[in-house]
């Protein structure tokens, strides 16, 4: 009779294995798997298309402190963008002529508040989050990213806006799941 731990232990590799030669092929291929509740869970596939407001986009976060508070607090992976930080997916919720103004009370887009967009003082531990203030129209590089599905993302609420050359690519649902 055969040992029931070995034969546990080869399937648990052989799907290990599996699953990372996928994801592997579907990096190379431009699709992007995306676990997180900032987004619907599922396959988001790189596209070539402008950016633009309601657009979803992968992108690399700047090497800053409040990203690298991000990644010791697990709120985002690491990865091989610049830093050590994983790839990004939010949604450009404002761009060049927009008026933007983001406070505790949340963001506002053109005077209209975004839902789901007030900053939380502490995360789930709680720990302080930061306190991101900003009032001005934005110019041609900068983009308002974040997500419209989860109250509790890690987003422009906590590190603001995003600079053009840190975006990669413009990217769209394949096949998601959840919200």
């Given at each position: ?11 648990v590799?052989a799907?290990?294995?599996s ?8 990096r190379?291929?431009?699709i ?12 988001y ?5 402008p950016?633009?407001?309601g ?11 409040v ?15 610049p830093?050590?930080?994983?790839l ?11 008026t ?5 009370t ?19 531990e709680?720990?302080?989050l930061p ?11 900068e ?13 422009a609420?906590?590190?603001?806006l995003?600079a053009?050359d ?6 769209r ?7």
């Open positions: 009779m055969k040992n029931p731990i070995k034969i546990l232990a080869t399937s590799l799907v290990s294995v699953l990372f030669v996928l994801s592997i092929g579907a190379i291929s431009g992007y798997i995306n676990t997180t509740p900032s987004l619907p869970v599922g396959f596939k790189m596209v070539d298309e950016i633009v407001s657009a979803y986009v992968a992108f690399c976060p700047p090497q800053d402190a990203f690298d508070m991000a990644v010791a607090r697990h709120y985002i992976n690491t990865g091989n963008c830093g050590g930080y994983g990004l997916l939010k949604r450009v919720f404002a761009q060049s002529g927009d933007v103004s983001i406070d505790q949340g963001i506002f887009v053109n005077g209209e508040h975004l839902p789901n967009s007030a900053q939380l003082t502490a995360d789930a709680g720990h302080p306190q991101y203030k900003l009032k001005a129209v934005l110019n041609d590089s983009y308002l990213l974040l997500s419209d599905v989860n109250p509790q993302s890690f987003d609420r906590y590190f603001g995003i053009r840190q975006i990669q690519k413009v990217v649902p394949i096949f998601t799941w959840g919200h």
